[in-house]
């Protein structure tokens, strides 16, 4: 009721550029940059069209096995990929190998990072507790620095449902388990009351026993364990919990909507996931497979720029909406 269709983008359909799973994607200066199933960068301008990608596996310099996370360098806009044999790989966006950092954490595998100012943050600690929610570390000099995060990991087996830390107006994160939406500056903490939050101690206690028994009760129950996928616009925060695809709070009052499945009526889209992309762009976007747009002038208007060699395996297509004006 308060967002408009704002762009609708086919990203290109070649053998150079099959989507498997996004698993982060940053807006910079007309570029759409993806994570890709976390074995390759990819390119692509604001039409959808591919432009180049990163794909450098194995064992020689400026290779890895797996891309654990990317983060954009707005201030060299310079692309800085963490991988699994803890190094960073820092790359020019046309995919020229730069440099290799390996002095980072090698006690501990992060899940995600982000950069802001000549600092990567390292997010959430893998398989281990009471640690540090974030490390911070100093590209100029490139050693880690005074950290000045509370918050503690928890030891928990499941990922939240999305993505946990996100670049709008400011860095958004979550804590693992915990029913709080924060950010870097530390200006503002949303906490969020959710029906049917929280996992019991019994059931936590099992998670390596039993595994299956914290999914099944998780799912039967509809338990929500999580916060995700947070971005910020002037009027409102938006992000997905692992139970629900959407969900809204007002800045202004605090009042939350939620909503379990996505999708656009209007606009004759029937399914879409939403996806928080890296950009300060006062935009929320969805992803929808090609199929769930049923709206025929969408798709004429469309047509051209879509690539015709893979229609049956075509790219995911990138929604685009923005909050309408009062």
């Known amino acids: 009721?308060?967002?408009?269709?704002?762009?609708?983008?086919y990203l290109e359909t070649i053998d150079l550029s099959l989507i498997k799973s996004i698993r982060r994607?940053?807006?910079h200066k007309d570029t759409i940059i993806i994570l890709n199933d976390r074995e390759e960068v990819l390119f692509f301008d604001m039409k959808g069209k591919f432009l180049n990608k990163i794909r450098n596996r194995g064992g020689g310099p400026g290779e890895y096995n797996h891309i654990i996370d990317i983060a954009l360098d707005?201030?060299?806009?310079?692309?800085?990929?963490?991988?699994?044999?803890?190094?960073?790989f820092i790359y020019s966006l046309d995919g020229t190998f730069i440099s290799q950092t390996d002095n980072i954490d090698t006690d501990n595998l992060y899940e995600k990072i982000i950069y802001n100012n000549n600092i990567l943050f390292?997010?959430?600690?893998?398989?281990?507790?009471?640690?540090?929610?974030?490390?911070?570390?100093?590209?100029?000099?490139?050693?880690?620095?005074?950290?000045?995060?509370?918050?503690k990991t928890a030891d928990f087996?499941?990922?939240?449902?999305?993505?946990?830390?996100?670049?709008?107006?400011?860095?958004?994160?979550?804590?693992?388990?915990?029913?709080?939406?924060?950010?870097?500056?530390?200006?503002?903490?949303?906490?969020?009351?959710c029906d049917n939050f929280g996992i019991t101690d019994a059931i936590l206690k099992k998670q390596y026993t039993d595994p299956r028994k914290l999914v099944n009760e998780i799912n039967e129950k509809q338990i929500c364990y999580g916060?995700?996928?947070?971005?910020?616009?002037?009027?409102f925060i938006y992000f997905k919990s692992n139970v629900h695809d959407f969900i809204r709070v007002d800045k202004a009052n605090n009042k939350a909507k939620w909503c379990q499945h996505a999708r656009d009526l209007k606009n004759g889209i029937s399914d879409m996931s939403y996806f928080p992309h890296d950009a300060d762009d006062q935009?929320?976007?969805?992803?929808?497979?090609?199929?769930?747009?049923?709206?025929a002038d969408i798709l004429e208007r469309q047509t051209e720029k879509m690539d015709k060699t893979h229609d049956e395996e075509l790219n995911p297509v990138l929604i685009f909406y923005k909050e309408k004006q009062e």
Not at 133 to 147: A, Q, T, V, W
């Open 74 to 88: 707005y201030d060299r806009d310079n692309i800085i990929l963490y991988t699994d044999n803890f190094s960073l």
């Open 227 to 235: 916060f995700s996928s947070i971005r910020e616009t002037n009027r």
């Open 25 to 27: 994607l940053i807006i």
């Open 157 to 193: 087996i499941l990922r939240q449902r999305g993505v946990p830390i996100v670049k709008s107006k400011s860095i958004w994160y979550v804590v693992p388990l915990g029913n709080s939406l924060f950010n870097l500056d530390e200006t503002v903490t949303y906490q969020i009351n």
């Open 122 to 151: 390292f997010y959430n600690p893998l398989n281990t507790k009471d640690k540090s929610i974030i490390r911070s570390f100093d590209l100029n000099n490139s050693k880690y620095i005074k950290n000045k995060f509370i918050g």
């Open 1 to 9: 009721d308060h967002l408009q269709l704002s762009d609708i983008i």
């Open 283 to 295: 935009q929320i976007m969805f992803i929808a497979d090609f199929n769930s747009l049923e709206n």
